[in-house]
């Protein structure tokens, strides 16, 4: 019985452990995105280095929405942008992996890391009116 919870509280601290890697808020809800172009902003702050594992997309409302999705990075840098997603989505967010001088490394990809401070996540242009977007961004130490 030790044993089964001392297994048990190892596998407890390493799900919170994992769990607490990203920060608080990085479940992003947009409600009611609609047909036109206004983009709304999010923004979340983070206190420690993190790297970016990927983006859920889960879309709901009006049967065939069609919605833009982009999540951005204080310095400019655009960690993840899709145009047009019509179903629900996970993709794993990688960039192409370089040499010191920038050149790329042929098939050789890597996570994207973000530096304490924020990153905003934009929603926009609905096929439809009163869509529902729910876009959580996956951090990890």
Not at 3 to 17: D, Y
Not at 56 to 62: A, K
Not at 83 to 109: K, M, Q
Not at 127 to 141: D, F, I, P
């Amino acid at each position: 019985m030790v044993r089964f919870l001392t297994a048990l509280s190892i596998l407890l601290a390493l799900t919170v452990s994992f769990a607490s890697a990203g920060p608080d808020g990085d479940v992003f809800t947009f409600e009611n995105v609609s047909t036109s172009g206004n983009t709304t902003a999010q923004t979340n702050k983070i206190s420690t280095p993190v790297w970016v594992e990927g983006i859920y997309v889960d879309l709901s409302g009006y049967a065939s929405p069609t919605v833009d999705v982009d999540v951005v990075a204080l310095d400019g840098r655009t960690i993840y942008s899709a145009n047009s997603l019509t179903a629900d989505t996970y993709l794993p967010v990688r960039e192409a992996a370089v040499t010191t001088a920038g050149v790329a490394i042929a098939n050789t990809e890597t996570k994207i890391p973000l530096w304490p401070g924020k990153f905003e996540v934009f929603c926009g242009n609905a096929g439809t009116t009163g869509v529902t977007v729910s876009v959580k961004v996956l951090l990890s130490r």
